[in-house]
């Protein structure tokens, strides 16, 4: 039985990995540990937090003395580490929290593991670092996939930000001796994730006629992956990975953005089509006057240092773990589509705001809850 301390578990791949972990695991116990920034909800983890081995505590990552004292209060043999600032454009924008969050965070997080976990004791535990393929740089049409020997080469504010964290993940090994994996994974899609990336976005844009910013000339590549199957994946490492082993996780799903935006379309559109009551619930979208969402379709001035191409070769947890995806991606995107009709609470509050307005009421608009 594991006594896990999820970090980020508010979060979109945080919380499909609390529901992930609770539903295959059953005995274990969850201490999910988040600040509840704008991209945190505690909705999306409610039905896990009613088990009574499901505990959330709020609280930041860069709070060490927090940190180490939940560690050792909880037992906690297990740390996966999700919390970050995520989006790219934010990190242009603002890199501070980036900083602060990513790097300092990850830091204070191993300083409390190793000061409970290394204390002479000997305890069996595990740190695992969730990271992103955002690391390597960018690729030319015909370069090979990332693997985890490609150097790094990080563009954003964002993905410097993590490679240093995975830095500091690495050395906390190499120096101490503390029992580290890391994962490096490509982008992910499906339910809970934050309306400000590009799947959501198109999807709750499209369903209220809004328009569909594509960066650039829409011809930048991702490999994209079913969350589902990320948290498969995270699994498979900590339970077999090597200690002091990087794991890259992919799709082996190439996209261009304007492909991808298209297929959005074309499955927002078929949805409403077979519905009357998503036309009555959604006016504004093309589709609920007999038009196309392509429609909304707006080229827009490009992301600055916009990395061209992803890929993933994720032939060592194939061979080492077992892994691979289980999710095409035409079912991934039909079962994201769908979640995200099905659960026009979870966005509308954000967008509204009603759902940060509860946040502040109930757990203060700052602080940490003990
Ligand atoms: P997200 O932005 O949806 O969620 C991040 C979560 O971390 C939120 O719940 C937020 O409240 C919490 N958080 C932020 N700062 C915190 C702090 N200082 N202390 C405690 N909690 C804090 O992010 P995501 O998309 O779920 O990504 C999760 C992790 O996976 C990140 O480390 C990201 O770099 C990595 N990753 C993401 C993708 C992707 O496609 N989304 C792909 C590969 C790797
Ligand atoms: O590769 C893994 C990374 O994937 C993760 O590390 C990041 O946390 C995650 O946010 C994601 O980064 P991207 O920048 O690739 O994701 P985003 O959804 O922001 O953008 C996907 C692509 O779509 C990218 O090429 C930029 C483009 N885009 C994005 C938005 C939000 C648009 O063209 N228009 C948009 O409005």
């Not at 972990?21 to 540990?33: K, Q, R, S, T, Y």
């Not at 559109?269 to 589709?287: G, H, K, M, T, V």
């Not at 392509?294 to 993933?312: K, N, Q, W």
């Not at 035409?330 to 946040?359: A, F, H, P």
Request: proline residues 5%.
């Amino acid at each position: 039985m594991k006594r896990l301390f999820i970090t980020g578990g508010a979060g979109f791949i945080g919380a499909n990995f609390v529901h992930y972990w609770a539903e295959n695991h059953p005995g274990d116990f969850i201490l999910v540990f988040d600040a509840l920034t704008y991209a945190g909800n505690i909705s999306s983890i409610e039905p896990a937090l009613a088990d009574e081995r499901a505990v959330f505590v709020r609280g930041d990552i860069c709070n060490r003395e927090l940190v180490e004292f939940l560690l050792g209060e909880y037992a906690i043999d297990t740390i996966v580490n999700f919390a970050a600032e995520s989006h790219v454009d934010r990190s242009i924008t603002g890199p501070d929290a980036f900083i602060k969050t990513n790097i300092q965070g990850t830091h204070a997080l191993l300083e409390a593991a190793r000061s409970i976990w290394l204390n002479g004791h000997g305890m069996p535990h595990r740190f695992h670092h969730v990271s992103t393929d955002e690391v390597y740089g960018s690729l030319g049409p015909d370069d090979p996939p990332f693997s985890e020997t490609t150097p790094y080469a990080p563009n954003s504010p964002y993905s410097a930000s993590k490679a240093a964290s995975d830095h500091l993940v690495r050395a906390y090994h190499h120096t101490y001796g503390l029992d580290v994996t890391t994962s490096n994974c490509s982008n992910n899609y499906g339910p809970y994730q934050f309306p400000e990336k590009l799947i959501p976005l198109c999807i709750i844009n499209i369903l209220n006629g809004n328009p569909l910013p594509v960066y650039g000339d829409g011809l930048n590549i991702r490999d994209w992956l079913y969350v589902e199957d990320h948290c498969r994946g995270i699994e498979l490492v900590i339970n077999r990975g090597r200690a002091g082993s990087v794991y890259n996780i992919g799709g082996c799903n190439e996209w261009t953005n304007i492909d991808i935006v298209h297929l959005v379309c074309q499955e927002v559109d078929l949805a409403i089509e077979a519905s009357p009551s998503l036309r009555e619930s959604f006016p504004d979208a093309p589709a609920s006057r007999g038009a196309k969402s392509r429609e909304l379709i707006t080229f827009v001035s490009d992301r600055p240092g916009h990395d061209r191409r992803y890929a993933i070769d994720a032939e060592k947890a194939r061979r080492e773990l077992g892994y691979s995806p289980m999710t095409d991606f035409d079912k991934g995107i039909r079962l994201t589509v769908r979640w995200y009709l099905d659960n026009t609470r979870w966005w509308q509050e954000i967008l509204d705001g009603s759902y940060r307005d509860w946040i502040n009421r109930n757990y203060g608009s700052r602080g940490i809850e003990l």
